[in-house]
């Protein structure tokens, strides 16, 4: 079983739609929890932190479930701009940083 | 500079002939990762160096693969007697690793490997 698993879409979605991506970790001492983003060619960059009270930043909003060792990233109307990759990741309490696979996201007008 | 650097960005090789890729980090941060990544494929953690301590190499794939961490600045990731399947872009990210583990990883563009 792979340490953090995600779906990998392609997830295709009208400019306006709501999105959500969904991930699942191994390791039940995992201590901090990411959504990076990934753009065709770039390197990843860090999106958001997901905290367990559950957080939002503008159209994002990520959820963490510590009981079900699962983490969700909810976009709300969609950009042409989200279009991209997004990775959840995965840190132990040390400083080891595990990434999933991805889930690609195109968003058409 | 003000971000990671890696070098080269590019780089054709024959099978079986050594590589050195290079990373030079975010000056101050003690935390140094090399991953891989594949065409289409997600991140593939190899190695990560922080500070002082033994590095974890818990990820590389093989005993061709080797990095190591001069002076805990910069790093350099090395292959022997590539094989085809090496092919992948590589990246190394690095984190300023203090108390908080909320720290974001801050990654460099990469270096694209093709083994012919």
């Known amino acids: 079983r792979k340490e953090v698993e995600q779906d990998p879409g392609p997830f295709n979605v009208p400019e306006g739609a709501t999105v959500a991506f969904n991930c699942t970790y191994s390791?039940?001492?995992?201590?901090?929890f990411f959504w990076y983003r990934q753009d065709c060619r770039k390197e990843p960059k860090l999106l958001m932190s997901v905290y367990s009270s559950g957080n939002e930043d503008g159209r994002f909003t990520a959820q963490l479930n510590r009981a079900s060792q699962y983490i969700s990233l909810l976009i709300r109307d969609s950009k042409l701009s989200d279009s991209a990759t997004y990775l959840c990741?995965?840190?132990?309490?040390?400083?080891?940083?595990?990434f999933g696979a991805g889930t690609r996201l195109f968003v058409k007008a | 500079g003000a971000g990671v650097s890696q070098s080269p960005s590019n780089k054709v090789t024959e099978k079986g002939k050594d590589v050195e890729l290079r990373c030079d980090p975010i000056?101050?941060?003690?935390?140094l990762y090399w991953y891989r990544q594949s065409l289409g494929q997600g991140l593939e953690f190899l190695i990560y160096f922080q500070g002082n301590s033994a590095p974890d190499k818990s990820g590389l794939p093989s005993d061709r693969f080797s990095a190591e961490r001069t002076g805990g600045s910069v790093s350099t990731l090395t292959i022997q007697r590539t094989q085809q399947e090496d092919s992948a872009v590589y990246l190394c990210?690095?984190?300023?690793?203090?108390?908080?583990?909320?720290?974001?990883?801050?990654f460099g563009s990469g270096t694209q490997l093709s083994v012919l």
């Open positions: 000056s101050g941060h003690t935390a």
């Open positions: 390791n039940s001492a995992s201590q901090s």
């Open positions: 990741v995965v840190k132990d309490g040390g400083f080891k940083t595990i």
């Open positions: 990210a690095s984190s300023l690793a203090g108390r908080s583990s909320n720290e974001k990883l801050f």
